[in-house]
């Protein structure tokens, strides 16, 4: 046990996590945090501009990381302004610790200066949402919020730490590695389940595996593969969880879901059993009916939470289990039961599904149109980006060609905001994905309109010599939904057009490096310059702004 301040107990029990870097914008209410910081210099607070900023940035560390990642900032607004990248950490099972300074305790239900019920606010976005009411407390509730961020299913928690309860006080900690107060180690599965799935498997003609976020999670990137190429199984990925497996495997159809590949939706449509590895088989990966998942599919769901086994689609076989020990135990009992290889010609057909992918998108770089298709523009992108390039994509439809036309292999390099679908979201998750891993190229990219909802962080990344780069897509539109508009509401548009500013020259007026390209052989030089230049950089693309593709859900009945 040792004695010391509150705010030396809370940035000593985040640095036991490895924390590095807390997100947030000074406040009154924790200053004796940030005077710790004054001379340990071990913790960076990245201030930023926007509260949201610090959520998503913080999100985004965590999910390149794999470990927690902190946000600290001030009561009522400061708070609130975290909501929505809280939510999309909760979306994403991010273990980020939100942190808020409070009004003093002895206010508490008085409408005090900057009083809201945040507990309440935070609980549906949260996997725990406390309020710390006694100093010595401190570290018993931060380890708790510890534990339940990085155990089980991870997730987003909320602690609001009231500025009496932290400044000028002393503590009694003990300042215990994690492993003394959450176990290192996931949950295995059932034997039993993993037999009856090997059943299910021996039995299949044509089985297929679907792995989502759960793999990334457990870091069962190569198991997956393994399984995949051992017992022959073609593989997809689920809704924005392209990274999930390497994509230049051959046993690697596509992305399915949303705005994925016609031709991974075909192999799933003949799948007769899906091994579904970490995927909720949400919304987006999904559509929850039966145009990808056709009636009567084997289903082997392996998942660290219960609450989504079974939740839409019946299973033949549930398991619930950390992914990567799933994985192993079940290419070891599949081994063991002598489960041949898929079919010859089940394997043949998912690998001409395969090529047939690659063919369409190849075909895209003689899309010779100006000002650019989107789709060029990926075409342009594939072979500049280094294998080891982490992208972030925000939701929009320029943005949303991706899903289908970027390729992976490294796990955690491609974060999306899944289905919570926010737009502002690219921007600052690449800035938390590059402290990250500041030795990976990082790529935003990002429709006009969701650019500008947290293009302020420009600033922030120029102060702290963040230096990854965005590409916004203009089609000075609110494209997405312009889109409905065009396809269901005759083009009747309203509320859908936007003026913008040119964006290379407003990252040049924060300091940052801005590049405007129009035609599509620059595309591939100007981003291999722009990820060399060693500031951060804004590449601007004009895109065509008649260019909308069909929305999935029609907007209303027909
Ligand atoms: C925070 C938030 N507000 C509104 C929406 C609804 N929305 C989804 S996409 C979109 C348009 C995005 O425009 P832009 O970023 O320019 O990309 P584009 O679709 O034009 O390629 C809107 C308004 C949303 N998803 N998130
Ligand atoms: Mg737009």
Redesign the pocket.
């Known amino acids: 046990m040792t004695e010391l301040s509150a705010g030396r107990a809370v940035v000593e029990l985040l640095k036991l996590e490895q924390v590095r870097h807390i997100f947030g914008i000074v406040g009154a209410t924790f200053l004796d945090v940030l005077d710790v910081l004054y001379d340990d210099r071990s913790v960076a607070y990245v201030n930023v501009r926007h509260e949201q900023g610090a959520a998503f940035m913080a999100d985004g560390l965590a999910r390149v990381s794999g470990r927690p990642a902190a946000c600290l900032v001030t009561a009522g607004p400061g708070a609130t302004n975290l909501i929505?990248g809280i939510a999309a950490a909760h979306v994403a099972h991010s273990p980020v610790v939100a942190i808020a300074g409070g009004p003093p305790l002895g206010h508490r239900g008085r409408d005090a200066f900057q009083e809201l019920d945040l507990v309440r606010m935070f609980a549906p976005v949260t996997k725990l949402s406390l309020r710390i009411d006694a100093p010595g407390r401190i570290p018993e509730i931060f380890r708790l919020a510890l534990r339940t961020a990085m155990s089980g299913r991870k997730g987003p928690v909320f602690l609001d730490l009231p500025r009496d309860v932290l400044n000028d006080q002393l503590v009694t900690a003990d300042l215990g590695e994690p492993a003394t107060y959450r176990s290192p180690h996931a949950p295995p599965p059932s034997p039993e389940a993993v037999r009856e799935a090997v059943d299910v498997l021996r039995r299949a003609q044509r089985p297929l595996m679907l792995v989502g976020g759960g793999v990334t999670w457990a870091g069962a990137h190569a198991l997956a593969q393994r399984l995949s190429a051992d017992f022959g199984l073609p593989t997809l990925t689920g809704y924005g969880r392209n990274d999930a497996v390497p994509n230049d495997d051959p046993l690697y159809v596509g992305p399915l879901g949303r705005a994925g590949a016609p031709e991974a939706a075909a192999a799933c449509r003949r799948a007769d059993a899906l091994l579904v590895v970490g995927s909720r088989l949400g919304n987006f990966t999904t559509f929850y009916d039966d145009r990808y998942i056709a009636a009567g599919t084997r289903i082997i769901q392996i998942d660290i939470d219960p609450r989504d086994l079974g939740r839409v689609y019946p299973v033949a076989v549930a398991i619930q289990a950390d992914a990567g020990l799933a994985l192993a135990a079940l290419h070891a009992a599949l081994r063991v039961a002598g489960v041949k290889p898929a079919a010859e010609a089940w394997r043949a057909e998912a690998a001409e599904l395969r090529a047939t992918r690659q063919a369409r998108l190849a075909a895209e770089r003689s899309l010779a149109s100006l000002p650019l298709k989107?789709q060029r523009v990926y075409a342009e992108l594939r072979p500049a980006l280094p294998p080891e390039t982490i992208v972030t994509l925000?939701?929009?439809?320029?943005?949303?060609y991706g899903y289908d036309r970027l390729h992976f292999s490294r796990p955690r390099t491609f974060l999306t905001p899944l289905d919570l679908?926010?737009?502002?979201f690219a921007f600052p998750e690449a800035l938390g994905a590059k402290l990250a891993r500041p030795e990976a190229p990082v790529l935003a990219i990002?429709?006009?309109?969701?650019?500008l909802?947290n293009a302020q962080e420009l600033e922030t990344a120029v102060r702290h010599g963040i230096n990854a780069v965005t590409l916004v897509?203009n089609?000075n539109?609110?494209?997405?939904?312009?889109?409905y508009q065009k396809h269901f509401y005759a083009g009747r548009y309203v509320g859908a057009d936007?003026g913008n500013p040119r964006f290379d020259r407003l990252a040049e007026l924060f300091g940052a490096r801005g590049y405007y390209v129009e035609h599509p052989d620059q595309v591939g030089d100007v981003v291999r310059a722009a990820l060399a230049c060693g500031k951060p950089a804004v590449v601007e693309i004009p895109i065509d702004p008649d260019e909308f593709p069909v929305p999935a859900t029609p907007a209303r009945r027909r």
């Open positions: 929505t989107p925000d939701a929009g439809a320029a943005p949303a679908g926010g737009l502002g990002h429709g006009d309109g969701g650019f909802m897509l089609n539109a609110w494209g997405s939904e312009k889109a936007l």
